[in-house]
């Protein structure tokens, strides 16, 4: 069983930064791989970015690579979502997850925390 808390989201600024955190419990967090999700308003849940157990292999979504980079300390127990150059497009509420399959696929995670809201706004 793992638990998962999100945190870091907030109002900022077109061209900010921000980074997220997912925080989890229990004993097994270092045996799963951990996404970040989005959903918009009116939109369905995307794919942002994965990160395997082990640190070394990572994946993002073509709208977001070269702005936000993933990874995670498992001594911490706690993975992140640095998010740079940011746009109103990437307005939602993020949610971090943890899995053991296809890392793209939503449907696939077996864990997710309750989110955190992100608006990029003037």
């Known amino acids: 069983q793992v638990q998962l808390v999100e945190s870091g989201g907030g109002l900022v600024q077109p061209g900010g930064s921000l980074r997220l955190s997912c925080a989890a419990s229990g004993r097994t967090f270092d045996s799963y791989a951990m996404g970040w999700f989005r959903q918009a308003p009116g939109k369905e849940r995307e794919f942002v970015a994965a990160i395997m157990w082990s640190g070394v292999t990572t994946l993002y979504a073509d709208s977001v690579k070269g702005r936000c980079t993933i990874s995670r300390d498992n001594a911490k127990k706690t993975v992140y979502l640095q998010m740079n150059s940011l746009k109103p497009e990437d307005t939602a509420v993020y949610y971090c997850?943890?899995?053991?399959?296809?890392?793209?696929?939503?449907?696939?995670?077996?864990?997710w925390g309750q989110g955190t809201q992100v608006t990029v706004s003037l």
């Open positions: 997850a943890a899995g053991v399959r296809r890392l793209r696929v939503g449907a696939d995670y077996d864990y």
